[in-house]
């Protein structure tokens, strides 16, 4: 009789382990999806008084202040923030790994030569990791003295240099570019011209990821970029990363002059909510 009160004891507390192990997987697994990475999309950087003297860059939203973005990673790397790379955020998105609750990925469009001379070096100095987009026609064989007075493309040369902080992902080969009616090429192109122009970008840069330009898509674009074996595409479109996202259009935050310190924080701690349209 003991030994048959022994036996169901024992059953009952292994069912009993078996439903709290399935509980606890099931609330990580939900967890996991639910979790927020905030993927950052910059684009030029200039030192605050070259902005202000130049008209046409003194409003730009995509120009943000050399003093700013330093001020943004130092707060990132003071907080205990880990810059991830492309790598690790597809395989968290494909559910093949998991990402450390303070993750966030760092993004440049439309490369200039202010990443390398402005970005890079900040960059570097807090031990962060970045993906800068690239219009690859536009690289030059011979590296540009800078000029704050103009938006400079990138050489192959500081490509390389960039290397152990930057990976490169596609904006396109020679795609960047609006038609008349104020198209981006990238939607209003013959999909012969568009499949072409990925396919030779993709190759010159090796890579499995994309940013839409003007941050304009459609199915026909989303068609093409899996057909050419994109892994990864982000969009303009402003809000958080999840599992839930699709993958050829991830979203994220654009931080232009206006996002001060306290939309910044909000933004990386997952509490900022994106505005409806």
């Known amino acids: 009789m003991k030994v048959k009160n022994w036996f169901v004891i024992i059953i009952s507390l292994i069912l009993l382990i078996s439903v709290c192990v399935f509980a606890f997987n099931k609330t990580n697994k939900k967890e996991a999806e639910n979790q927020k ?23 730009k939203e995509t120009i943000l202040s050399v003093e700013q973005f330093e001020k943004q990673m130092k707060y990132l790397n003071d907080k205990g923030y880990k810059t991830i790379t492309m790598k690790e955020f597809e395989e968290y998105m ?27 070096p900040i960059l570097k100095k807090y031990k962060m990791k970045a993906t800068a987009f690239v219009v690859t026609s536009r690289l030059t064989d011979k590296e540009e003295v800078f000029d704050p007075k103009k938006i400079q493309p990138l050489s192959k040369q500081e490509i390389n240099k960039m290397k152990d902080v930057f990976e490169f992902g596609s904006y396109t080969h020679d795609l960047f570019k609006l038609s008349k009616n104020g198209e981006a090429y990238l939607v209003s192109q013959p999909d012969s011209v568009v499949k072409e122009d990925l396919s030779m970008s993709k190759t010159i840069l090796k890579t499995d990821y994309f940013a839409y330009p003007f ?56 509490i900022y909510k994106v505005p409806e349209k």
């Open 94 to 120: 494909k559910n093949k790994g998991e990402l450390s609750e303070k993750s966030v990925l760092i993004t440049f469009d439309d490369s200039s030569k202010t990443n390398y001379t402005y970005a890079y």
């Open 37 to 59: 990475i905030p993927v950052l999309m910059y684009h030029h950087l200039l030192k605050e008084n070259d902005k202000k003297e130049n008209g046409v860059f003194k409003d």
């Open 215 to 270: 941050g304009e898509y459609n199915e026909k674009s989303i068609s093409l970029l899996n057909g050419i074996k994109f892994n990864l595409a982000f969009t303009n479109n402003q809000g958080y990363a999840n599992r839930t996202n699709k993958l050829m259009e991830i979203k994220r935050f654009p931080i232009s002059p206006e996002v001060d310190m306290k939309k910044f924080s909000e933004v990386l701690s997952g």
